[in-house]
Structure formats: C-alpha cells, structure tokens
C-alpha cells in the first residue's frame, strides 16, 4: 500500500498575536513569511512560514467564539492540529472511510492558497486532530 | 539570513499505547515504520514513521514518573513536540542564544537513530515545545 500522505505540508500552531508569533518565528528561526491569508469561513487569520518544504502555519482566531478562538481559552499556545499533504483529498476521504476513520469533513472544503482540505478526528488519530491538504501549488519535495 | 531549519525532522505524539498507535497509524495512512527504538535516558519508547522526508514520531513513556509520562496524565494523547533538522545542533543553540531564544539544553544531547539534539523552551516558540536535531542519516529533502 502506498502512503496516502506524500509530505507533512504545515504543522499549525494557535496564537493570540499573529504579528508577535510572526515576529518571534522569523528573528529565531530565520524563517520566511511565505503567504499570509484571513480566512473569514474558519475565523482565522494565518501566516505561513516555509520550512524546507513543509510549512508552519500561525493561526490568530478573528474572534472568541471561532474554533480556534475557543482553544485558545481552554489550551493556550500551541499547537492546533497537524496536516498531511495528499495528492487527492476526495480520495483520501473516501480511503480514510473505508479503513473505518473517523471524518469531520466528508466532503473537501476550501483551505488557504486554493488548496481542498480536510479534517480527520482525533479519535482516529491519536489524539491529534489531523487536515488533510491537496495544494495545486505546494512545493516539490523528495523523500529519501 | 539563510533559515536555522532545513525541513521539520519530526512531529512527536505521546500515546499510552504504542502497538495501538502504530497500528492505528499504519492502518489508517498507510505509512510504514521506519525506525523503532527504546531511550531509558528520556523514559520513552520511539517508532517513527516516515512522511515524505520527515517523522511522525510516537513516544510511549517507559512510566508515569518520566516527562512523557506526566504530559499524558495532564494533557492526555496529542502532540508533545515539534522537532526542526539543522545541520549543526551546536551552531544552532549559539545562534538561538543570540537571538534571545530561551534552551532547554544548552548543549547537545543524544538522541534516538544516533542524532544529536537540543531542546527549546515553548515561551520562545509560541508555546510549542521544539526540539533542533543534527542527524547523520536524514533521508535527502529538497523544499521546491
């Protein structure tokens, strides 16, 4: 069986201050802000950072009662979910379904950077709530 | 300023069950074990499992008395850290230094697959526990 994941495409991290994360991220890691997005239908404002291929995503909530928002109350900081880059999502979700995973999304819906996302459960997942990512525009990556 | 990271080496989940998580893992994306491994100096057991040039890493704690074991009596399952490949761990802790980023180690340590590490605090990595790892054996990444 092939992987269904070809790359971690971002690992998201849930932040009160998106310009104050931005800011951290870049002057210590001395990465670069590679797409920044408000994203009115998930209550998020996000800035992609690249590394090697894979990004880190910083998600601000616009709002207190938005998902992110509300994890943000319960958890603080840290890290919100991570997601895997897949070369089709519609197939994905219907592979996921047929190992018996546990969807949240079970139909793709639209992500940042044009890409069609989604959500599997934590249940299903260890514990980690998991995005599946298809992106016309991720970049290369080879695996050793 | 070239980045410190070359690729993410590792997302890290602390499970209870390490059999169940890699067989929930396997099943479900189809992703194969790469590595397994037994640290008693970090009070974990290790398989990683390969995405694509990176890790998802499980850690199971060898008791409730270890790091890993305290993170899954008070979190439970989930993400325990985020790990970013250097070339040079030692080279990247002067530079985090410099930049005013709080350390966990101020020196490398040993990790597991005979890596190097050092961890960085979660109040210089918007509340994200990271790890910097130098490893001899990354298999080749190239972000496009």
Do not use: N
Not at 8 to 37: M, Q, S
Not at 68 to 83: C, E, N, Q, Y
Not at 127 to 133: H, K, S, T
């Amino acid at each position: 069986m092939e992987p269904l994941p070809r790359a971690i495409d971002h690992v998201a991290i849930a932040v009160p201050d998106l310009e104050a994360a931005i800011a951290e991220y870049t002057k210590t890691l001395g990465v670069r802000v590679a797409h920044r997005e408000r994203i009115e239908e998930q209550g998020v404002s996000e800035a992609l950072l690249e590394v090697g291929g894979s990004y880190v995503q910083l998600l601000q909530p616009l709002g207190p009662d938005t998902p992110v928002g509300k994890f943000l109350a319960k958890r603080g900081s840290g890290i919100h979910h991570v997601a895997y880059r897949v070369p089709d999502v519609a197939a994905a979700i219907a592979a996921l379904k047929a190992r018996g995973a546990r969807l949240v999304d079970e139909t793709p819906r639209r992500g940042s950077r044009g890409t069609k996302i989604a959500f599997v459960h934590p249940a299903s997942m260890g514990g980690v709530l998991v995005e599946l990512v298809e992106s016309p525009t991720a970049p290369a990556k080879h695996g050793g």
